[in-house]
Nanobody, 118 residues
């Protein structure tokens, strides 16, 4: 079982930046990590993914060029740098981990609120 602890989030004006971090237990090199978000009244969506060794990343189209996911495996921590934030980025953000032998994301952080005002 991987336990994930998120830090960051908060309120910012449109055009601003925030950084989220997610620290996992165990050995970070053993699991892929991702960031999801759930806007008010909507379903949770995957926005960024990074392979366990950091060799590959993927982004949802709506955040490409604005968000950057990175991973420090020595500290079992993933980061989500969010720049040029827009009101539509307002959501609860969750980090998730998937062990190398798991098909789905089985381990979740507690979630952190990001609010972007216009």
């Amino acid at each position: 079982q991987v336990q994930l602890t998120e830090l960051g989030g908060g309120s910012v004006q449109a055009g601003g930046s925030l950084t989220l971090s997610c620290t996992g237990s165990g050995t970070g090199s053993q699991y892929d990590m991702a960031w999801f978000r759930q806007p008010p009244g909507e379903e949770r969506e995957l926005i960024a993914y990074i392979k366990r060794d950091g060799s590959s990343t993927e982004y949802r189209d709506s955040v490409k060029g604005r968000f950057t996911i990175s991973k420090d495996s020595t500290k079992n921590t993933a980061f989500l740098q969010m720049n040029n934030l827009k009101p539509e980025d307002t959501a609860v953000y969750y980090c998730a981990a998937r062990m190398w032998f798991e098909h789905d994301y089985m381990h979740w952080g507690q979630g952190t609120q990001v609010t972007v005002s216009s």
